[in-house]
């Protein structure tokens, strides 16, 4: 609520306010207190004044009369095996019906239409309560469950309409609470009923009746219901009786004769007359072999669409899924929050904060019941149809010789009917988005009008309030803002759009770390797993083949292997190069130690001294090298270069940096490519090299340490390592598997040779930045690194690199006394002065013998 809407709610309440109490003051004043009781001629006037209750209508149905007109028989009418849910068990010729109340099952409705269509006459069935079935709920429960636990619905609905009474259009029906539903409308017409009564069903299509086109309750034979009217737009089609139900037991009599007679003779369903009645037609599957349709294809390229039109055109199969369970649970009223789990077409989101629900355990029951109902099937799991060991599964489940297994595979350019489809489906949409927007702004410029309107109202009160007139103008050209929503909207589609084949919905048909465990695997079938049949809806086999066998092969080069382990290679490879790497670094600092450097030198020249005493020979003389005038390429000892420096000696942290990266991904690189062992898949692109590089070292790869954001930067200051195939975007090793770690150190002291010497000319682009991180800071001891500490007196000694000044040193590694520092044990007094650095003030402590006393101070007499 705005504030502009608050206010005005605050003006309206006091203007009620104010109204009361001057309609309470005017009461007072003609009110008078009686002095008299009430004569008894004043009684009996008021008690003949007194309204007489409404007499209950009186009941207009007639007997029916005796007609010599032919009957359907009673083996004509049944609950229909074809036409009900897959939760309903029927039985004693379909006078019993119960439901499945296991696990999940017990939240989902049972729906169940009868064999026979009313198209006129008044005839009537009767439903009896004889179970009903409780099960506690789990005490980890978080939702909510439907209610009411047990529901009895009875109604009409017209064949291949939904079972689920109050679903949708085309039924109507009166329920157990006594609700009567018809589309979206519901009302309380009836009393409730339960178990152990017998409710008659009154269905009055006698167009010569006062209660024509109505339906209507009664219990144990008296009415408990007034006629309902049967809404038009259901008439002139054959009515079905139809009942919905849950976690009960329900006893069924069709006739001929009533368990509890009504008021008036009528005949029951058995004995319905041929002419007004249509009996539903068997289906193709209760006359011979049963189909089980799996079909195939490939996700995000139309599959769903396919299943949902080959449902349309075949009404008599029914698909087993789990989106067909999650529409099941929403239909009997199951609710559920967005758990912000992944989710795809092929497995929704069914998580409902129900352990009974959530186990899956009505998707588990239903796969053991399906097989023994005879009823032709569509199961359209996506990845697992696209799987052999998978659809061996399915086969197994339907291995009874009642069963017709046909595999369609759905690859390909789309027939010109599922083109024609999808172009109707986006058009449904963009006619859906539009809607969407109109119904949005003619609410929002409804709440603007009825805001004003509440503000002249407001105004009016006021100016009557203070004894003003007011003039209540009506501008007669004002006109309604509301636009009509039902018109028409013309949508036209894109060139883009009309070239579409497959249409793209906001979820994904699979997600992909899914598809990345199982796509390698994907294949077509064939009659040899067990098909009676196997067609090709779009195009021919060899052509579905290679779309198969392209679209695994592009998915290879993109999809990560999230499953993959690093090989003994990589391992054995690695630990050397990590126990290399140490010793080189140490050695590096080594060198950069005046003392550790001329032991160094040393050694080298005992080394060539006894070489030569060996051989025979004079020592040879001391020869000066310069490091920068070395053919990088032609040393062959990087530790050595001929005077005892390493090769390395220059390095920098940038170039110890970017010969790890060189290694590590020169490793990276053939060890995923044998670990793999897959010639479709020799590397890997850009936007998984962070993950494999993870996988394989066990820490984070981050651009922001090569001074970059861009992994092309990178590969460019290791593009003598590391290459990118300009065809297929993947990573490549530019040296063999077998190159020696040295290798690497000769590259990257050329890197840094080149840099140097494009510095030299003036090139400040060749200068690298490299963020260095605590553990990767060199540690530098001298002078330069000494800084004064906050707090401490000019020339006072602190810790190198870490306080005070110049050339103030420790002796034997303790940290020297500083300037005023306690002597004797004695803490000297505070400085009453806010020091550099702090947050406020330091407070001078009492300076009193016991004080000193009670907390002696040793050491440097400071508290750090």
């Known amino acids: 609520m705005t504030e502009e809407e608050k206010a005005v709610e605050r003006e309206e309440k006091a203007e009620e306010q104010s109204e009361e109490k001057c309609e309470g003051s005017a009461k007072e004043v003609a009110e008078e207190e009686p002095t008299k009781e009430d004569s008894p001629k004043e009684e009996a006037k008021a008690?003949?004044?007194?309204?007489?209750?409404?007499?209950?209508?009186?009941?207009?149905?007639?007997?029916?009369?005796?007609?010599?007109?032919?009957?359907?028989?009673?083996?004509?009418?049944?609950?229909?095996?074809?036409?009900?849910?897959?939760n309903v068990v029927s039985s004693n010729g379909g006078r019993l019906l119960m439901t499945l109340s296991q696990g999940g099952f017990q939240y989902l409705l049972a729906g169940a239409r009868t064999t026979v269509g009313l198209t006129s006459g008044r005839y009537m069935f009767e439903v009896k309560v004889i179970e009903t079935h409780t099960r506690q709920e789990s005490p980890g429960q978080q939702a909510r469950v439907p209610m009411p636990r047990h529901l009895v619905r009875l109604g009409l609905s017209h064949a291949g309409s939904s079972l689920f009474l109050g679903d949708g259009e085309g039924n109507v029906s009166i329920d157990s609470e006594g609700f009567f539903q018809e589309g979206k409308n519901r009302k309380k017409v009836s009393q409730k009923f339960g178990r152990d009564v017998c409710i008659t069903f009154l269905i009055n299509l006698d167009a010569g009746s006062p209660n024509a086109n109505t339906i209507s309750l009664f219990r144990e034979g008296i009415r408990i219901c007034e006629p309902q009217a049967i809404p038009e737009n259901m008439l002139g089609k054959p009515l079905y009786p139809t009942i919905t139900y849950k976690n009960v037991t329900l006893q069924m009599n069709y006739g001929p004769a009533p368990c509890a007679p009504l008021p008036f003779k009528c005949y029951m369903l058995a004995e319905a007359a041929e002419a007004d009645v249509e009996l539903a037609p068997v289906p193709a599957a209760g006359n011979g072999k049963c189909k089980v349709v799996v079909p195939v294809g490939l996700p995000e390229q139309g599959f769903f669409d396919w299943v949902d039109a080959f449902i349309d055109k075949n009404p008599d199969f029914v698909e087993l899924s789990d989106r067909k369970i999650l529409e099941w649970a929403a239909k009997s009223g199951m609710w559920r929050q967005k758990s912000g789990a992944l989710y795809s077409n092929d497995k929704p989101d069914m998580k409902f904060g129900i352990p009974q629900f959530d186990d899956m355990s009505a998707s588990k029951l239903l796969a053991q019941v399906a097989p023994t109902v005879r009823r032709n099937f569509v199961i359209p799991e996506l990845r697992s149809n696209l799987l052999q060991r998978e659809r061996s599964m399915v086969l197994k489940n339907f291995s009874s010789p009642d069963f017709k297994k046909v595999a369609t595979v759905i690859?390909?350019?789309?027939?010109?009917?599922?083109?024609?489809?999808?172009?109707?489906?986006?058009?449904?949409?963009?006619?859906?988005?539009?809607?969407a927007d109109r119904k949005k702004k003619v609410a929002e410029e409804e709440r603007k009008r009825l805001l004003e309107e509440r503000k002249k109202k407001v105004e009016q009160a006021k100016l009557l309030r203070e004894g003003k007139k007011f003039e209540d103008v009506k501008d007669e050209e004002e006109q309604s803002t509301k636009e009509h929503i039902e018109e028409d909207v013309e949508v036209e589609l894109t060139d883009e759009e009309k070239a579409l084949w497959y249409r793209k919905g906001a979820t994904q048909d699979v997600l992909e770390v899914t598809l990345a465990k199982s796509y390698v695997d994907f294949s077509i079938p064939t009659a040899a797993e067990g098909f009676d049949e196997v067609n090709f809806a779009w195009q021919a086999e060899s052509d579905c083949s290679k779309i198969l066998k392209d679209w695994i092969f592009a998915k290879k080069l993109t999809q990560r292997v999230d499953d993959i382990t690093p090989g003994f290679w990589f391992k054995e490879h690695t630990a050397e190069w990590t126990k290399t790497l140490g010793q080189w670094r140490k050695l590096a600092n080594e060198w950069k130690n005046p003392t550790k450097k001329n032991s160094i030198i040393e050694k080298k020249k005992e080394a060539k001294k006894k070489e030569a005493e060996e051989k025979g020979e004079e020592a040879p003389n001391d020869m000066d090298i310069d490091a920068e005038d070395i053919d990088v390429s032609a040393v062959e000892d990087v530790t050595d270069i001929g005077s005892g420096e390493p090769l390395f000696a220059n390095f920098a942290h940038e170039d110890w940096t970017l010969l790890s990266a060189r290694v590590d991904f020169h490793f990276l690189l053939h060890a995923f490519k044998k670990d793999l062992n897959d010639p479709d898949r020799p590397s890997f692109t850009e936007k998984d090299a962070a993950f494999y590089f993870n996988k394989y070292f066990k820490k984070a790869f981050n651009l922001n340490s090569f001074g970059t954001n861009k992994f092309e930067r990178f590969v460019a200051l290791v593009k003598d390592t590391v290459a990118v195939n300009e065809k297929s975007a993947l990573l490549e090793a530019v040296l063999p598997d077998d190159t020696l770690t040295s290798t690497f150190v000769k590259l990257t002291e050329e890197h840094r040779r080149e840099r140097q010497r494009r510095l030299d000319a003036g090139d400040e682009s060749a200068e690298l930045k490299f963020p260095q991180t605590g553990a990767s800071a060199p540690a530098h001891a001298g002078p330069a690194s000494i800084t004064p500490r906050v707090g401490f007196p000019a020339g006072s000694v602190g810790r190198v690199g870490v306080g005070g000044a110049a050339g103030a040193k420790g002796t034997g590694g303790v940290r020297p006394l500083y300037a005023g520092a306690a002597v004797g044990g004695v803490r000297p007094p505070y400085a009453g002065v806010v020091a550099a650095g702090l947050k406020r003030p330091a407070v001078t402590p009492p300076q009193t013998t016991s004080y000193i006393a009670k907390q002696p101070r040793t050491g440097y007499g400071f508290m750090r």
């Open 411 to 435: 690859m390909g350019e789309p027939s010109d009917e599922h083109k024609a489809k999808v172009q109707e489906l986006l058009v449904a949409e963009k006619k859906e988005t539009i809607m």
């Open 47 to 86: 008690a003949l004044l007194k309204p007489k209750e409404p007499e209950k209508p009186k009941e207009q149905e007639e007997d029916a009369m005796n007609e010599a007109k032919p009957k359907i028989g009673a083996g004509s009418v049944d609950t229909s095996p074809y036409d009900s849910t897959l």
